[in-house]
């Protein structure tokens, strides 16, 4: 996986024909925010030497960099595309792409009426533990944390296991479904610690128009996008992937899972 893109076949001539695997990146190629593993990234060599890879992701590509990337190599290099925020900010063969703004998209008044009503909202939030960075904004949406970003990741395990029995994400969900309704927003929990909130349609499957505008651009038809994902249950920021009629969806447990079933499907 650290070698140069140049040594790996053009997209035109990988031997599986017009097939590309996107994947999501926490709990599918890595331990939630942690680093990609040695493994995974020989087999992800491996499969690039056979068809197109790519990963789709809601976090921002600082992140990415950090977690699939190392301090001499550019995670833009290690894949054919690389979709940060969901694709709105995108990468082909370590090229930027056109990228989109949520805040042009919805204007600042109304931006600013749904960050304050978060906040507040956040404010009045009684959980075991808070730490700091509760809304992070980002190119193409918002993530809201109701503990923080900054949570260690211990206190992420636990947080994760009190959110499911309390529904807290959930429940702040259904809040802003009903007080903002009218604006054309998704809200996508995933991950963790936090959710996504972003304009409708600008969910993963963003990031199959760039994958499909391949054919005029080296001739490559994607006919197979193959999409792994951890999230993939309705409600899930992988789900909208998973569930699109143009993607054979995986559901995986966790990095391991990813690659039984990446071995498996591509004899590597």
């Known amino acids: 996986m650290t070698e140069a893109a140049s040594i790996y076949p053009p997209l035109q001539q990988r031997p599986v024909k017009n097939t590309i695997c996107l994947f999501d990146v926490d ?19 491996a499969l690039r030497h056979k068809c197109a890879i790519g990963y ?30 969901n694709g709105l900010t995108a990468y082909r063969l370590g090229k930027p792409l056109a990228s989109q703004s949520f805040i042009q998209w919805l204007d600042e008044d109304k931006y600013k009426e749904l960050v304050n009503f978060c906040l507040k909202y956040l404010s009045e939030l009684d959980i075991p533990i808070k730490r700091g960075t509760f809304i992070e904004f980002r190119n193409g949406m918002i993530n809201v944390s109701p503990i923080g970003r900054n949570a260690s990741t211990a206190e992420r395990l636990e947080y994760e296991k009190y959110d499911l029995q309390h529904k807290i994400r959930e429940k702040f969900v259904s809040a802003l479904e009903e007080k903002f309704g009218h604006l054309g927003l998704t809200y996508s929990i995933g991950g963790q610690i936090s959710f ?20 005029e651009l080296s001739g490559t038809d994607y006919t197979t996008i193959h999409f792994f994902g951890d999230k993939t249950d309705k409600g899930g920021n ?11 969806g995986h559901s995986v447990t966790n990095p391991e899972d990813t690659m039984r079933q990446l071995r498996q499907l591509f004899d590597l």
Do not use: H
């Open 238 to 248: 992988d789900y909208e992937m998973y569930e699109d009629k143009r993607t054979v």
């Open 27 to 45: 709990n599918t190629l890595t331990p939630a925010r942690l680093a990609v593993s040695p493994e995974m990234q020989q087999l992800l060599s």
């Open 56 to 85: 789709v992701s809601g976090s921002d590509l600082v992140k990415q960099q950090e977690q699939l990337g190392t301090p001499s190599i550019l995670v833009t290099s290690l894949f054919d595309f690389c979709f940060a925020e």
């Open 196 to 215: 996504d909130v972003f304009p409708t349609g600008w969910d993963k499957t963003y990031c199959l128009q760039q994958v499909k505008a391949e054919k």
